[in-house]
């Protein structure tokens, strides 16, 4: 349930900053009071320069936020994408906050592994079904992210040795879609409104 209700609250976070005229980022921090919430949007933002970024032809970036089912883990994902005959994925900045870190590269893997599963899950994983059965009874008929098609990945994490751990665990791959999704939104200006953000889906939007 994470990645598709993470999904539409970012999506219509982006939509209400639009429309009362405020930078994405901006909005998101003026409406969160949750101090290490805001504290790794910031650091995601830093991360893939927000504040100074330039408009690319066929490119966008977007930005995303959650706290995993609102008491674990807090990650802040920006995805960098390419329009071609289809979305890639670029770049993913991760910044996350899982309190006490007992093991900081396990934590940078699991984060990663997650965002790059997100990113699988935003572009390409759909089982193909029609109006009676699923038709898709292969491994080759389902679509995952290739090796070449992971991107370039940058995790940071806020040291919290004061807090209890609060675990990685899925944390990055809500965020990682929804961030996708804004960076659909950045470079096309459709709003993305179902998974995965194929050609087509893209079309119906």
Request: aromatic fraction near 6%; include cysteine; hydrophobic fraction near 45%.
């Amino acid at each position: 349930g994470a990645p598709v209700n993470v999904l539409a609250i970012e999506s219509v976070m982006e939509d209400l900053a639009a429309m009362a005229g405020e930078d994405a980022l901006d909005f998101r921090l003026r409406h969160l009071d949750d101090p290490r919430g805001r504290d790794v949007l910031a650091l995601a933002a830093e991360m893939c320069g927000w504040r100074g970024r330039a408009k690319r032809e066929g490119f966008g970036l977007g930005l995303a936020y959650a706290r995993y089912k609102h008491t674990g883990a807090y990650c802040a994902v920006a995805a960098e994408i390419e329009a071609l005959d289809r979305v890639v994925c670029r770049r993913l900045w991760i910044a996350a906050d899982v309190g006490e870190v007992i093991n900081p590269d396990g934590v940078v893997n699991q984060s990663e592994g997650g965002a790059i599963h997100g990113v699988s899950m935003a572009l390409k994983e759909q089982v193909a079904f029609d109006r009676r059965t699923v038709t898709g009874t292969r491994w080759e008929d389902y679509p995952i992210l290739r090796f070449s098609e992971v991107p370039t990945v940058e995790t940071r994490l806020i040291p919290r040795p004061e807090e209890k751990p609060l675990g990685a665990g899925e944390a990055s791959l809500a965020p990682a879609v929804a961030a996708i999704a804004n960076a659909i939104h950045d470079a096309l200006g459709i709003r993305p409104r179902a998974m995965p953000f194929t050609p087509d889906n893209l079309a119906s939007a």
